[in-house]
């Protein structure tokens, strides 16, 4: 069965970070990139970067440039999204979500995580 | 404020047509996604690169794609549309989202 499967809730003080993992199963894990997207209570959905698990590039929104890090780990299929400088406006879920490509070779997300809350409190 | 703009809501009668816009100057070019999410669920795809429906997702969904915007056309409405539908636009490197439109079907 090919899942995402994010770890649990977290809680934390203004100023600490957060590392958030995203546990891929069911496909060969370094063939799509992983996208980090969040959505703070109640409002919309905002893009945060991708990492390519194949030799591990990265690229960043703007926004979150200076605070943000994805990194990720082969050997056991899971990807990493760590948060730095936490204020109260980065409480939002955190979802990681895979790419996919159809016959033609395009690109698409095709696969979700179940979401991470992040609570900065 | 957002590069990608969606009307915050539209309403639509069962078995009526919905149309969902998203414009931006940053559309120019780039291919256009769209997903529907409910309530205290995972988004999902429903379009791709414009126009293209994933597997297990209605022909009632379709999208088009012309100069700075985008339009999602849901024929034939049903109660099971009622979702938050978000546009996002796809360049090499980024993918960056609409505000998002709440659809409400009467």
């Known amino acids: 069965q090919v899942r995402l499967v994010q770890s649990g809730a977290e809680v934390r003080w203004p100023g600490a970070s957060v590392k958030v993992s995203c546990e891929a199963s069911g496909y060969s894990f370094i063939d799509f990139y992983i996208h980090w997207v969040r959505q703070a209570p109640g409002q919309g959905l905002e893009w945060m970067g991708w990492?390519?698990?194949?030799?591990?590039?990265?690229h960043f929104a703007r926004k979150f440039q200076a605070r943000v890090t994805m990194t990720r780990d082969t050997s056991i299929t899971t990807a990493y999204m760590e948060l730095t400088s936490l204020r109260s406006d980065d409480t939002a879920v955190y979802f990681c979500?895979?790419?996919?490509?159809?016959?033609?070779?395009?690109?698409?997300?095709?696969?979700w995580g179940q979401g991470t809350l992040v609570t900065v409190s | 404020s957002n590069e990608l703009t969606q009307p915050p809501s539209v309403s639509v009668s069962p078995g009526q047509t919905a149309s969902i816009t998203c414009s931006g100057y940053i559309l120019g070019g780039k291919s256009v996604y769209w997903y529907q999410q409910k309530p205290g669920q995972s988004p999902v795809l429903v379009i791709y690169r414009d126009s293209r429906r994933p597997s297990g997702i209605p022909e009632r969904f379709s999208g088009s794609n012309s100069g700075n915007t985008a339009t999602l056309i849901i024929t034939g409405i049903q109660a099971v549309d009622e979702a938050d539908y978000y546009c996002?636009?796809?360049?090499?490197?980024?993918?960056?989202f609409g505000g998002g439109t709440k659809l409400t079907v009467l």
């Open positions: 996002q636009a796809w360049d090499t490197f980024t993918r960056t």
């Open positions: 990492i390519d698990p194949n030799g591990g590039g990265t």
């Open positions: 979500a895979r790419e996919a490509v159809d016959t033609s070779g395009y690109y698409y997300i095709s696969l």
